[in-house]
């Protein structure tokens, strides 16, 4: 259990009623299996992870901070600091390489005023570059969220970007 209560109040009760149903999924002295988990529902509530939340997280699951922190900063998918509501991953991988992803990338910063890993001045776009988003047969890809966009064009990009910003 928590082994600090002022950690532990940095998790809301919605936050801690997630863990502990992915947590039934693990036996009682495995609770690290549900780091990840953790770390998705505090960033879905909150929209980055501070250290403070991932204190409580590893206090939550009684693991180490640091065991949170490597999960934290290792994979792309969770944000150590402020982060558009969009997030736009661009793939620059070879299939995507090939068919001009970086046509694609160059007209995405210039539309959002903005390079990689910044974020535009009213906090709606932040852009990345990534390795690979698994659509090769329909490159170049850009990634939002859930939502795939395939065979980007500058037309195509722009029309993203106002379905993004009316919210469609």
Avoid at 126 to 153: D, H
Wanted: hydrophobic residues 35%; contains cysteine; glycine residues 4%.
């Amino acid at each position: 259990m928590p082994a600090n209560q002022n950690n532990r109040q940095q998790l809301s009760e919605k936050v801690r009623e997630q863990i502990d149903h992915w947590l039934k999924r693990y036996p009682a002295d495995q609770r690290r299996s549900g780091v990840i988990e953790a770390l998705r529902f505090v960033q879905e509530e909150h929209g980055y992870l501070t250290q403070p939340l991932m204190d409580s997280v590893a206090d939550y699951l009684g693991i180490p901070k640091i065991a949170v922190y490597e999960v934290a900063t290792f994979y792309s998918m969770f944000f150590v600091k402020p982060v558009g509501k969009h997030i736009i991953d661009v793939c620059t991988n070879v299939s995507c390489m090939l068919q001009d992803a970086e046509k694609v990338l160059s007209h995405c910063k210039k539309r959002l005023n903005i390079d990689l890993n910044q974020t535009t001045e009213d906090g709606q776009f932040t852009l990345r570059e990534v390795e690979c988003l698994g659509a090769c047969a329909n490159a170049p890809a850009i990634q939002v969220g859930k939502k795939y966009y395939e065979n980007m064009t500058p037309e195509k990009i722009d029309a993203m970007f106002e379905e993004l910003r009316h919210g469609k």
